[in-house]
């Protein structure tokens, strides 16, 4: 990828984007360049900015552009960030002719449309679904399950680094659980100081389980392992299962690097596992439908019917966990999405056919959006949204 400037790096990313996941495509970019940390958290800006804006920028660039489709897409991409940069204030002198230079070397006959259409941008009533830059059948459904769209506004809002500490920190920031902190400056070797970037309603899904020094845990679906690192900082005795064995593989290194103990198994887990624990935590794959704001570029990609395919997937997933989870221990299912399917939906349906399992209240320190058998916690302040449901195994014979 060649990239002279920010503006030019960002809108070779967002040329990227358009097939992969913008988190790591911007690491491994960034990764690679020797710039200051302005210009890298610039072309952080431009790219999270466009993605989370998207449908709001189309709409503000609308009435200049009759057939924005036909333009070549990396004129469109110049026009959004010189959009994106009009909305969030800069002014003409410095908005305008540097985006009109980063199209001009390869679409000469187009820097004057980019100049004009830059400079004519006007205020434009948007829809709510619009502003919030969000697919309309989404928009319909949170407004029926949750009341209201207001949450949604955090997806577009920037948020801190939160890192879980995996043993004793000074001088960080407290976030909103236990063990998470707010970190300041760059990223760094975070094994190295003993901490791991995660998102404190991640790391909350972890805290559910109550784990204890000693106790045994199973990981279900735990990806390379992030809470697994968690529980076993706290001394208890962890076996992460996933399907890919090449996340797998990295958190091996990590746990490494941490000094912490974690047994990976790999396989896939709709099928029984051989062993059983007190606690297991089904951290289930889902649509991430809380997760708009660190993965923006999600929310143009889903269908409507994505939620209730997930829904049956993380119902076979939890069968496996229910069969693995010893009778009085706990089993917490947890997923980085906020809709009715994939949350109540799957907690009702499991319910109806496991009396043996009762749900047990939640104590939330996080923000609630809405409580039934599990809860919802509100994307806010830089938290991602989640569903939690804790259930106790009561009687494994009933
Ligand atoms: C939400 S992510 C897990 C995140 C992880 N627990 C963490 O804290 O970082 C879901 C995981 O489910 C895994 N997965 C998807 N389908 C699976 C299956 N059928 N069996 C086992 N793992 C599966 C994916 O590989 C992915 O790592």
Known sequence: MRALDPRALALALLLEVEGGGVQQLLDRALDRVAWPERDKAYVTH?????LRRLRLLDHLLAPHLPRPEKLPPLVRWALRLGALEWLLGKPDHARVSPWVEAVKGRYPRLAGLVNAVLRRLAPREAPEC?????????CERWRGFFGSLDFAEGFNEPAPLFVTALRKVEGLRPGPVPDSFVFEGPKTDFSALGLQPQNPASLFAAQLLEAQRGEKVLDLCGGAG?????WASQGAEVVSYDLNPKRQEAGRRTAEKLGLKVA???QDLTLPIPERAKKVLLDAPCTGTGTFRAHPERRYR????DPARMAELQ???LETAASATEEGGVLVYAVCSLTEEE??????SFLAGHPEFRPEPIACPLPVLREGLGVYVAPEGGLDGFYYLRLRKVDSRA
């Open 46 to 50: 431009l790219v999270y900015g466009a």
């Open 315 to 317: 119902r076979r997933l």
């Open 226 to 230: 992030l809470k697994a690192f968690y």
């Open 130 to 138: 619009v502003r919030l830059s969000l697919p309309d059948w989404l």
């Open 343 to 348: 949350g109540e939906g799957v907690a009702r």
């Open 264 to 266: 990976y198994r790999t």
């Open 302 to 305: 889903l269908a409507p019917e």
